[in-house]
């Protein structure tokens, strides 16, 4: 089962991650100024994750895989790693779908 960390920067900004069941990191948000706005972030992360329009699926200048996760406003909500092929974006885009609707929020702030 997955979960969401929430921790603080060295700048002091909070952030989520969430982790897989295997603990892998499979999305990233971005630096949130206080940590109300980091769990509505979670939560927008579990309300949109299963739309697949959601997801905006795009190639680093370096030519690498990754996605971006958007809220019903258009912003982005969080960010995957680099993936070294779109067959492996595609399975990291389906375990943010499986893992993160019922992912426990984990506060290590």
């Known amino acids: 089962m997955g979960k969401f960390e929430i921790t603080t920067r060295k700048n002091g900004?909070?952030?989520f991650?969430?982790?897989a069941g295997n603990g892998q990191v499979?999305?990233?948000s971005e630096g949130y100024s206080n940590?109300?706005?980091c769990l509505n972030g979670v939560e927008s992360v579990k309300k949109n994750s299963p739309d697949d329009s959601?997801?905006?699926r795009k190639t680093s200048a370096s030519g690498k895989p990754f996605f971006n996760l958007k809220a019903t406003n258009g912003q982005i909500i969080g960010s995957s790693e680099m993936y070294e092929s779109v067959s492996?974006?595609?399975n990291g885009i389906e375990s943010v779908k499986k893992?993160?609707?019922?992912a426990e929020?984990?506060?290590l702030t």
């Open 88 to 90: 492996s974006r595609e």
């Open 13 to 15: 900004e909070f952030q």
């Open 105 to 107: 929020i984990s506060d």
């Open 35 to 37: 940590k109300a706005n």
């Open 99 to 102: 893992n993160a609707p019922a």
């Open 54 to 56: 959601k997801y905006d």
């Open 26 to 28: 499979i999305l990233t």
């Open 17 to 19: 991650n969430l982790k």
